[in-house]
């Protein structure tokens, strides 16, 4: 009989439980021996919650059990995550998170502290939901470099602009509806100013090159400024907007950027509404390959989780290699990038646009303004361009 701990019994803690017991059978079939929960740790008591009698308050009922062997962290934010997960791995037990803000920050010295203690510490839930994104990463692409990566890793964002798209809605109308779904937090900030995506695509960038890259090394730029008329030049141009993150893997560092996109319709990545999330992949040896999944939700992020259970179930005494060091990544200037822009400018500034851009094919939607797609240039010089166009009301980029 394995023992495990679940610390946090919220939204995803709750769920881990779920999964554990409601497959429980499954679960034995495939490891070969039971699992069983035997301590959830939270600040709360349960009364009447069929598992309020595995509620402890003390981290230290669990590290000095010499029964339990695995631990799950789903408490989420930095602190105490990050010393109950020290803790325990120096304690001897395996842990697996779903904590993307504390891989991002701490995976490389969790990992180390992992090494040294001889067990493993897992992070499957913390990119991608249910998809198993960095399993695929760390077995099955194992033989190829990953030149580079390309997702939609926000589930609320995503359910965002779906709405905005085929409904015609306002921002705020559908983040209030998503708030009320339970899709969006209170406090939206991280999922809709990109800082979700962007510590999910600082993880994946470690992963695929061995060296850590910093979210805050990333630009990062939300959706909050997306309206409806965006929408309809989008359609103009049979593409979707949608908050894509990119890591492009060279020999001298990687290029990342998190911002909305225009999409065209022959992507794969167009058609992913909703809250589900896809990492679109490309190996130098593979090509290219996508795997899609449910981003977000209770239970969808709880079976990344117990996937994580069952690894360190089938590897118990086993140390599982994950090349993630706390080397620097150097993460290079993403201004220097190549690509399409559209920018809408108003109408009293086509004589600044015809001379800084040359000739543009205009595209009329509305009395009051045009847009255009330039030429692929650099996000520099498309930058210097669009300062001298002085109604220039917004840009967004194209992808490839």
């Not at 470099?145 to 921002?171: C, D, P, Q, S, V």
């Not at 850590?212 to 959706?223: L, Q, R, S, Y």
């Not at 109408?347 to 600044?352: F, H, K, L, V």
Request: hydrophobic content about 40%.
């Amino acid at each position: 009989m394995i023992k495990v701990a679940v610390l946090g019994y919220g939204t995803v803690g709750s769920g881990v439980v779920q999964v554990l017991q409601d497959n429980s059978s499954i679960i034995s079939k495939r490891v070969g021996e039971d699992i069983e929960v035997k301590y959830i740790l939270d600040l709360r008591d349960f009364p009447g919650d069929k598992n309020e009698d595995k509620v402890v308050h003390d981290i230290k009922v669990i590290l000095e059990d010499p029964e339990v062997s695995i631990v799950c962290e789903t408490m989420g934010g930095v602190r105490p995550a990050f010393q109950f997960s020290k803790d325990a791995l120096e304690a001897g037990k395996s842990v697996c998170t779903s904590n993307k803000e504390l891989v991002e920050n701490y995976g490389p010295e969790l990992l180390a502290v992992a090494k040294e203690n001889k067990v493993n510490y897992l992070f499957e839930a913390s990119v991608g939901g249910g998809i198993p994104i960095l399993r695929a990463i760390n077995t099955s692409l194992a033989q190829e470099k990953i030149e580079r990566i390309m997702g939609i890793l926000n589930g609320t964002t995503n359910f965002i602009l779906t709405k905005m798209a085929k409904e015609g809605a306002n921002y705020a109308d559908v983040l209030k509806q998503a708030q009320e779904m339970g899709y969006a937090e209170r406090n939206p900030e991280a999922d809709v100013e990109g800082h979700d995506a962007g510590r999910k695509i600082a993880i994946l960038s470690s992963l695929i090159t061995g060296k850590t890259v910093k979210f805050a090394d990333i630009h990062t730029e939300g959706i909050t400024n997306i309206d409806s008329r965006d929408f309809a030049y989008a359609k103009k141009l049979d593409k979707s907007i949608k908050l894509i993150a990119e890591s492009v893997n060279a020999d001298d560092g990687v290029t990342a950027i998190v911002a909305p996109f225009m999409i065209g319709e022959d992507h794969p990545l167009n058609g992913v509404n909703g809250v589900f999330n896809a990492v679109y992949v490309t190996g130098n040896m593979l090509g290219d390959a996508m795997f899609y999944g449910q981003g977000a939700g209770k239970l969808a992020t709880a079976s990344a989780v117990v996937a994580d259970v069952i690894d360190l179930a089938r590897n118990a005494g086993k140390q599982l290699p994950c090349a993630w060091t706390d080397e620097k990544c150097e993460v290079n200037d993403f201004t220097k990038m190549v690509r399409k822009f559209l920018l809408r400018v108003e109408s009293t500034s086509r004589g600044e646009v015809l001379n800084t851009f040359g000739p543009i094919e205009e595209i009329n939607l509305f009395d009051e303004e045009f847009a255009f797609v330039t030429a692929p240039m650099t996000e520099a010089d498309f930058n210097k361009k669009q300062k001298m166009i002085k109604n220039a009301i917004k840009a967004i980029r194209l992808a490839d």
